[in-house]
C-alpha cells in the first residue's frame, strides 16, 4: 500500500527552464515532507523539507510547495541545470514521529538536457 | 569523510547462502535505519536503532533477516539463506534523535544481488 505516491517516473526539462515535480500522499497524519536526490550508485541526499504548518519553503532553486487539503506537494527546480538530472525521492514521517520511518515514493527520473 | 558508511558496496552471493551488511553511522548519530529499495521503488523501511536498542521492526524484515547493534555504534544486517528476491540495495541511514528521521543522512548503500 503506497502512501506516498510520484505518479510520474520520468521528466524531460530543458536546461534553464522550471521543472515541477509532483507528489500525492494518503495519509492524514502525515506531518512533515521532505525530497530526496539520488545519484546512480550513490544513496539518497537530502535536498529540502516542509512541514504541515506551511505551505511553501525555499531554498535557493528550489521550492517546495505543500497543499494540505489535496494531500499534494510538488518540487520546483528554477532554473534547471544538468546537473539537477537525478532521481527525486518524495518523503513523508507521521504526526509525532521522532521515530525512524520514512515513507517514501517511487521517484521521478529527471533529466535536465541543454 | 564523516558521512554513514557502508561495506561492502556491492555483494554477489548464491541463493541460500547467507549474507552480512556492515553500517557506520555518523559518530554523533544515537538513530541508525536500515532501508531496502528494489528496482524501480522508493527505499522501504526495515527497521531502527537507537543507541543499541531496536525499537521498531517492518514487516519486510521476515524471519531470515537479523540486525544488531552492538554497543550502539556500527550495525550488522544479516540475511540467512538469502533468496533472489533479496537482490536489493541495502541502505543504512542515522540521525540525532531529537530530529529522527527528519534529520537522516543515508549511507551509499550495499547492492545485493543473489543469483
Known amino acids: 500500500d503506497q502512501q506516498v505516491k510520484q505518479n510520474s517516473p520520468s521528466l524531460s526539462v530543458q536546461e534553464g527552464r522550471i521543472s515541477i515535480l509532483n507528489c500525492d500522499y494518503t495519509?492524514?497524519?502525515?506531518?512533515?515532507f521532505l525530497w530526496y536526490k539520488k545519484y546512480p550508485a550513490e544513496g539518497p541526499t537530502f535536498l529540502i523539507s516542509?512541514?504541515?504548518?506551511?505551505d511553501k519553503n525555499e531554498d535557493g532553486r528550489f521550492t517546495v510547495f505543500l497543499n494540505k487539503s489535496a494531500k499534494h506537494l510538488s518540487l520546483h527546480i528554477v532554473p534547471s541545470q544538468p546537473g539537477d538530472s537525478a532521481v527525486y525521492f518524495c518523503?513523508?514521517?507521521?504526526?509525532?514521529?521522532?521515530?525512524?520511518?520514512?515513507?517514501f515514493g517511487r521517484g521521478t527520473q529527471l533529466t535536465v538536457w541543454p | 569523510d564523516t558521512g554513514v558508511s557502508q561495506n561492502p558496496r556491492h555483494k554477489i552471493t548464491k541463493r541460500g547462502q547467507n549474507v552480512t551488511f556492515r553500517c557506520d553511522p555518523i559518530?554523533?548519530?544515537?538513530?541508525l535505519y536500515w532501508y531496502r529499495q528494489t528496482l524501480g521503488q522508493g527505499p522501504e523501511f526495515l527497521t531502527y536503532?537507537?543507541?543499541?536498542?531496536?525499537?521498531?521492526k517492518s514487516r519486510l524484515l521476515s524471519d531470515r533477516f537479523s540486525a544488531e547493534r552492538p554497543k550502539g555504534s556500527f550495525s550488522t544486517l544479516e540475511i540467512q539463506r538469502t533468496e533472489q528476491g533479496d537482490s536489493a540495495m541495502y541502505l543504512c541511514?542515522?540521525?540525532?534523535?531529537?530530529?529522527?528521521?527528519?534529520?537522516?543522512?543515508f549511507g551509499q548503500g550495499t547492492r545485493l544481488t543473489v543469483v
Open positions: 518523503a513523508a514521517t507521521d504526526r509525532g514521529s521522532t521515530l525512524g520511518r520514512l515513507y
Open positions: 536503532f537507537q543507541n543499541e536498542a531496536q525499537l521498531e
Open positions: 541511514a542515522s540521525s540525532f534523535s531529537g530530529q529522527g528521521a527528519r534529520g537522516a543522512f
Open positions: 559518530s554523533e548519530h544515537n538513530r
Open positions: 516542509i512541514s504541515s504548518i506551511k
Open positions: 495519509n492524514s497524519m502525515f506531518d512533515y
